[in-house]
T-cell receptor, first 107, second 110 residues
Framework: GIQVEQSPPDLILQEGANSTLRCNFS?????LQWFHQNPWGQLINLFY???GTKQNGRLSATTVATERYSLLYISSSQTTDSGVYFC?????????FGQGTELSVKP | KAGVTQTPRYLIKTRGQQVTLSCSPI?????VSWYQQTPGQGLQFLFE???????NKGNFPGRFSGRQFSNSRSEMNVSTLELGDSALYLC?????????FGPGTRLLVL
């Protein structure tokens, strides 16, 4: 089965800074997803990105499936970006999640 | 479209009791999955239902069960609660390859 590893586990940023979160997956993943879990526990879809690059406002993501990694870029971070970021890959209808990157953006 | 809804949002039970959680998927989504999130184990898959049939099951004891109704709403039940069942239980509905999560039910077992 696939395994998903994320780095770094924790990240503290000053408001306005940029960051890059990484997700490595151990097996061929066709449908990688990135989520943001807010402080209330809600998992919010950020990107469905099996390959290539997508952008949504200050966030963008790139997946290089042949090299089995994905990157999530956050530019000009805001305090509302705080929370835990997960990447997940499907295996037989279920999602395998990484352990997450906990981001804290300080004002 | 309304998102995935879960009820109740918070629940406190004592050891040995049972609990039932409910999930209503996004309209038109027929697949519903359940996940357990704990600080120690992270997000773990419980089971998936599609058209009232369980399609996948995670590595959880038989105390964890679920079902899906004809309107795609799903319930999960945990019997004989243990302290370790304290967790955030998340439900997701799926269309094609993208899963959308509800706000979760926080269960505390005392």
């Amino acid at each position: 089965g696939i395994q998903v590893e994320q780095s770094p586990p924790d990240l503290i940023l000053q408001e306005g800074a940029n960051s890059t979160l990484r997700c490595n997956f151990s097996d061929s993943v066709n449908n990688l997803q990135w989520f943001h879990q807010n402080p209330w526990g809600q998992l919010i879809n950020l990107f469905y990105i099996p390959s290539g690059t997508k952008q949504n406002g200050r966030l963008s993501a790139t997946t290089v499936a042949t090299e089995r990694y994905s990157l999530l870029y956050i530019s000009s971070s805001q305090t509302t970006d705080s929370g835990v970021y997960f990447c997940a890959g499907p295996m037989g209808g279920k999602l395998i999640f990484g352990q997450g990157t906990e981001l804290s953006v300080k004002p | 479209k309304a998102g995935v809804t879960q009820t109740p949002r918070y629940l406190i039970k004592t050891r040995g009791q049972q609990v039932t959680l409910s999930c209503s998927p996004i309209s038109g989504h027929r697949s519903v999955s359940w996940y357990q999130q704990t600080p120690g184990q992270g997000l773990q898959f419980l089971f998936e239902y599609f058209s009232e049939t369980q399609r996948n099951k995670g590595n959880f004891p038989g105390r964890f069960s679920g079902r899906q109704f004809s309107n795609s709403r799903s319930e999960m039940n945990v019997s004989t609660l243990e302290l370790g069942d304290s967790a955030l239980y998340l439900c997701a509905s799926r269309i094609q390859e993208t899963q959308y999560f509800g706000p979760g039910t926080r269960l505390l077992v005392l």
